[in-house]
């Protein structure tokens, strides 16, 4: 019952929104930061939070709550971000950063445990997500961070706002 | 090193003599009895065929080989140049790039093309007849036979090769039996007394020296092309013996054959000859300053020699310009860490750490300039390219023209450079369509039959202004406005000032032209031309006078990676508005908006200027103060204000991209970090002019209808 690209034991990194857990696979995770201010780019979707300058480079961030429509909270001092690489369109390797309440744990998994994930009942795009995870009785959603920080993805609701001009 | 970095180095160096060969025939056309020039051609195909040859591209070497034959007899002036000889000779420079854009992947050349090209060049030599020659079967190696004109001379050759010359890979025995070759007699003495004793022997070094004596039909030329990739790794001399002067001469005869037996070594021979000098004086067949003028003439030539040498090594080095690109990433990034430093220092009252922080501005500055610098490239070679296109369009639309160039020397940033061609290429073909007219209207309208643009470049502060002239009919205001209003791009009751009226050629679709002609007319060109410039973040400016000329001007920044920035405040959002563009700041109350009817538009010394309310325009949450900031700018030719909160103040900007997934925010050029750490966006004042202008035409279209 494994997932096609989790063939052997992988790590992943959970963390919390709200009370749920959500998974990403660790190799792809660059690190964690803390909450510090954001600037905004106007005209821009809700979920795009905006950009921080990571060590010289500007790096886009998507508020994770308003990416799966759940309600807005206040930073807290677990408030963080987590880095990632993710593949674009192009096979090129952009920086992306997810928000998120607080992070959790780091684990194995092995490919028995994980499952694809359900068509309904997961209150998700069935498409953002790589599979349901096992971990000590729980279910952890395993996020296909591709196609949720894909440009296309960000870009979306976009064009109907700012590009109305061309 | 791998083989295929090997060929890139060629195909790089190919293109860069392609160009220089280019330039050269151009100038050749000018002034074709120029013997400077002509040698620069023969050099640029010589080390085309040679490297070609030696990377394995064997048909661009043996095509080369063609058409360096044809011109080594323009350099023996056997043939002169003619118009013919230059058209093909550019035609075969064409046919080279195509045979390497091939070899690079691109589309395969057209041999039945340089097969025209070769019996073309071949027609020109004499005796020809236009008959084709026996090419000799790819003899790419051996110099022309067809070179010589008259009996054969017997010529010294000193061959001293450097002593790390089997570094390089070069083998002196194939040299000399290339020498051998060219020779109808050939005596090759070697000299060993540069051999050190055995124990002190390393067998990779060359210690061996040769002296050929060479009877051959061929000229000096020919036997210097030999040499000509080793020409910086051994000292070559070659003279001429069967000259009256050199057979007359025979103190220094003897001195010779003595050197050539090896008897005695050239020191001592010099030495020798001291004394011999000295005695000439002693028995007043020359006075002392004879002998004098003699030595400073052999000195000065020497030195001049050694110079040539010196210079030719040192002038440039090749890098690949992702390098650079990582240099200037570091430095942008040292930039803003140095605008943190300050910004901790003024904030801890500690002068020591002050005075390092002013040092570390200093050196950062310089080191940003320095930088900067190295990417920057004379705008020259663009303006060469042009040269070329102007004269195949004439031809080929029947006009006469004549460009000139002005400020080739400017320098501009290579990015800026590059992407600056094709903008270029379309306003040039759109001056030569539309703009000048064919030489019996311009007769009929008392005008000189030969038309002119110029292009030229001159630096404006942090900016580069390039201009395209021309002297044809120029642009009628009224007509491109009838135009416009016609395909629907303006309403019918528009009235435009003349300079409005000139910036509707950058329009989308917009085309002046009766016909479509394979040149211009498609109404697509000065569209990318505006896209490309926007790009750039340059402007276009358009003067023009019906019935005298058209003059566009381009507006580019100096370079693309750090530019000089103004920093404002709304609410806590901080954004960078470029200087270049901003004229001045003007204070915005509560009365001035009561005055204006809540108009968007201010009174600035008696002329209306429109403004946007940057709170406004991305819906930034907060009360604006009593007095608001009017940042007044030149878009697009046109002042409009942008209201913010407060300036802060001048701001070196390093442009980051914000990356694809802000590829729609194109109201944004970029993002900067400031001295604290956080990120304030770029502005694009143009875009956002024009984005502002399209909604508020969209709204005024709704409520009339």
Redesign the interface.
């Known amino acids: 019952m494994s997932v096609e690209g989790i063939n052997e034991p992988t790590q992943f990194l959970t963390f919390h929104l709200g009370n749920e857990v959500f998974a990403v696979e660790i190799a792809r995770v660059r690190e964690v930061l803390e909450y510090t201010k954001v600037t905004k780019v106007p005209r821009t979707p809700d979920f795009m939070l905006g950009v921080i300058n990571l060590r010289g480079s500007v790096v886009p961030l998507v508020d994770m709550r308003a990416k799966f429509s759940m309600p807005q909270t206040k930073a807290t001092v677990n408030t963080c971000f987590i880095i990632m690489e993710v593949l674009n369109e192009e096979g090129g390797q952009t920086v992306v950063g997810a928000m998120a309440d607080s992070v959790r744990e780091v684990f194995e998994l092995q490919p028995d445990n994980v499952e694809k994930p359900p068509k309904i009942g997961t209150k998700l795009r069935a498409d953002y997500l790589r599979g349901m995870g096992k971990h000590e009785g729980k279910f952890i959603m395993i996020l296909d961070t591709d196609k949720i920080f894909s440009a296309h993805e960000l870009r979306s609701i976009q064009q109907g706002q700012g590009a109305d001009a061309d | 090193m791998s083989v295929e970095i090997d060929t890139s180095a060629f195909t790089e160096e190919a293109y860069e003599l392609l160009s220089e060969l280019e330039a050269s025939l151009l100038e050749l056309e000018e002034s074709p009895d120029d013997q400077d020039l002509i040698g620069r051609v023969f050099r640029a195909m010589h080390t085309i065929k040679g490297s070609g040859a030696m990377f394995g591209f064997d048909e661009v070497a043996e095509f080369t080989h063609e058409v360096e034959t044809i011109f080594d007899m323009a350099r023996n002036k056997t043939i002169s140049v003619s118009k013919t000889l230059i058209d093909l000779t550019l035609a075969a420079r064409d046919q080279i790039r195509s045979m390497l854009d091939a070899a690079a992947g691109g589309e395969p050349a057209d041999k039945n093309n340089a097969q025209k090209i070769i019996q073309g060049l071949r027609a020109l030599a004499p005796g020809a007849g236009g008959a084709p020659k026996d090419s000799g079967g790819g003899s790419a190696k051996k110099p022309p036979a067809q070179a010589s004109v008259d009996e054969p001379h017997v010529y010294r050759v000193r061959i001293k090769p450097n002593q790390d010359i089997f570094a390089n890979g070069t083998n002196p025995l194939l040299l000399l039996g290339e020498l051998r070759d060219i020779g109808e007699d050939c005596q090759i003495i070697a000299q060993y007394e540069g051999l050190p004793p055995l124990e002190k022997l390393d067998p990779e070094q060359c210690y061996t020296s040769w002296e050929v004596f060479l009877t051959t039909k061929q000229s000096e030329n020919a036997i210097r092309d030999v040499f000509i990739f080793v020409d910086d790794q051994c000292e070559l001399n070659i003279r001429l013996l069967d000259r009256e002067e050199v057979l007359g001469n025979d103190v220094q005869k003897l001195g010779n054959i003595l050197v050539q037996r090896g008897d005695i070594k050239e020191e001592v021979l010099e030495q020798a000859l001291k004394p011999i000098g000295d005695r000439l004086v002693e028995s007043g067949v020359v006075s002392s300053s004879q002998v004098k003028a003699a030595l400073a003439e052999q000195n000065a030539i020497k030195a001049k020699r050694d110079k040539k040498v010196q210079a030719e090594s040192a002038t440039s080095v090749r890098v690949p310009s992702e390098k650079l690109d990582g240099l200037v990433d570091l430095v942008?990034?040292l930039v803003?860490v140095q605008a943190r430093l300050n910004q901790t220092a003024s904030t801890r009252q500690d002068h020591d750490l002050q005075l390092i922080a002013e040092e570390v501005e200093r050196l950062t500055g310089e080191l940003r300039d320095n930088t900067m610098s190295i990417r920057m490239l004379a705008i020259g070679t663009t303006f060469n390219k042009f040269k070329r296109l102007v004269r195949d369009l004439s031809t080929e639309l029947g006009k006469q023209i004549e460009m000139t160039t002005e400020g080739a020397d400017t320098e501009l940033d290579k990015t800026v450079i590059d992407q600056l061609n094709d903008p270029l290429v379309h306003i040039i073909r759109n001056s030569i369509d539309h703009g000048i007219e064919t030489p019996d209207v311009r007769i009929a309208h008392g005008k000189n039959p030969q038309g002119l643009v110029h292009l030229s470049a001159i630096h404006s502060g942090a900016s580069v202004l390039i201009r395209v002239e021309d002297d044809g009919k120029g642009l009628d205001p009224n007509a491109l406005t009838r135009k416009a209003i016609e395909k629907g791009h303006l309403p019918p009751d528009a009235q435009l000032t003349d300079k409005e009226a000139f910036m509707l050629i950058f329009g989308a679709g917009f085309s002046m032209a009766e016909k479509i002609t394979n040149v211009s007319g498609r109404g697509v060109g000065m569209d990318v031309v505006r896209r490309s410039i926007d790009a750039l973040r340059g402007s276009i400016e358009v003067a023009s006078e019906l019935g005298k000329g058209t003059t566009i001007t381009l507006k580019l920044p100096l370079t693309l990676a750090i530019i000089e920035g103004l920093l404002v405040k709304v609410a806590d959002?901080?954004f960078v508005l470029p200087l270049a563009a901003v004229e001045e700041c003007v204070e915005l109350s509560r009365t001035d908006i009561a005055n204006a009817h809540n108009r968007h538009v201010i009174n600035v010394r008696d002329e209306i200027v429109p403004y946007i309310r940057i709170r406004d325009?991305?819906?930034?949450p907060g009360e604006a103060p009593e007095i608001e900031q009017i940042v007044i700018s030149d878009v697009d030719s046109k002042r409009t204000g942008f209201v913010v909160d407060s300036v802060i103040g001048q701001h070196q900007t390093v442009i980051?991209?914000?990356?694809?997934?802000?590829?729609?925010?194109?109201?944004?050029s970029g993002?900067t970090?400031l001295g604290d750490?956080?990120?304030?966006?770029i502005l694009d004042l143009s875009k956002m002019v024009?984005?502002v202008e399209?909604?508020e035409e969209?709204l005024s279209e709704s409520v009339a209808a």
């Open positions: 942008g990034e803003t959002e901080l325009r991305f819906d930034i980051k991209s914000l990356g694809k997934n802000f590829e729609h925010s194109e109201e944004f993002a970090i750490g956080t990120v304030a966006l024009r984005y399209a909604e969209d």
